[in-house]
T-cell receptor, first 113, second 110 residues
Framework: EPEVTQTPSHQVTQMGQEVILRCVPISNHLYFYWYRQILGQKVEFLVS????????KSEIFDDQFSVERPDGSNFTLKIRSTKLEDSAMYFC???????????FGSGTRLTVV | GESVGLHLPTLSVQEGDNSIINCAYSNSASDYFIWYKQESGKGPQFIID?????DKRQGQRVTVLLNKTVKHLSLQIAATQPGDSAVYFC?????????FGAGTRLTVKP
């Protein structure tokens, strides 16, 4: 069964440093998403991406965040200057239709120290 | 703002019993809903979905019920098994983006 692959599975970074979280969506999917989940809390929407541009973003997705699809297979989330409160699980998801159930990756656990 | 929420944060059931997990939503314009299962350390896994033109949909051992009048969604799991232990989230489609509720932790006792 096709999977969404995320790397790394765990990243530890110093506060103020930049991090890039990587995702390889399912190959024929056109819609891409990032979500985050702070430990013990609900999954929160960050951003959706379609046709090489952001289609929707939440209030969490401020100027510190950016997304990119640098080639035909990767989808990245960059956090420019990490804060302690950015510590969370970050999930990438993809969908072949914008209104259909997504396939999620296993997540990257980001720990900011 | 409008949001998706869950009635119960935890649910404990005996193996073999049926489980019912509830969810209330407040966005009356939502037309698509999904139940996700999240096991520890893993990403959300699609279980079953339903569109607003339906009030019931069945899968393998799972049934989703949608009551648009009271804006309520439920997930029924038949003959609950230990492998069903997880956190279950309902999510609604809002502007083509899925927004999640808070989650219910289901624990299955042997």
């Amino acid at each position: 069964e096709p999977e969404v692959t995320q790397t790394p599975s765990h990243q530890v970074t110093q506060m103020g440093q930049e991090v890039i979280l990587r995702c390889v969506p399912i190959s024929n999917h056109l819609y891409f998403y990032w979500y985050r989940q702070i430990l013990g809390q609900k999954v929160e929407f960050l951003v959706s991406f379609y046709n090489n541009e952001i289609s929707e973003k939440s209030e969490i997705f401020d100027d510190q965040f950016s997304v990119e699809r640098p080639d035909g297979s990767n989808f990245t989330l960059k956090i420019r200057s990490t804060k302690l409160e950015d510590s969370a699980m970050y999930f990438c998801a993809s969908s072949d239709r914008g209104d259909y159930g997504y396939t999620f990756g296993s997540g990257t656990r980001l720990t900011v120290v | 703002g409008e949001s998706v929420g869950l009635h119960l944060p935890t649910l404990s059931v005996q193996e073999g019993d049926n489980s019912i997990i509830n969810c209330a939503y407040s966005n009356s314009a939502s037309d698509y809903f999904i139940w996700y299962k999240q096991e520890s350390g893993k990403g959300p896994q699609f279980i079953i979905d339903i569109r607003s033109n339906m009030d019931k949909r069945q899968g393998q051992r799972v049934t989703v019920l949608l009551n648009k009048t009271v804006k309520h969604l439920s997930l029924q799991i038949a003959a609950t098994q230990p492998g069903d232990s997880a956190v279950y989230f309902c999510a609604e489609n809002e502007n083509n983006d899925m927004r999640f509720g808070a989650g219910t932790r289901l624990t299955v006792k042997p």
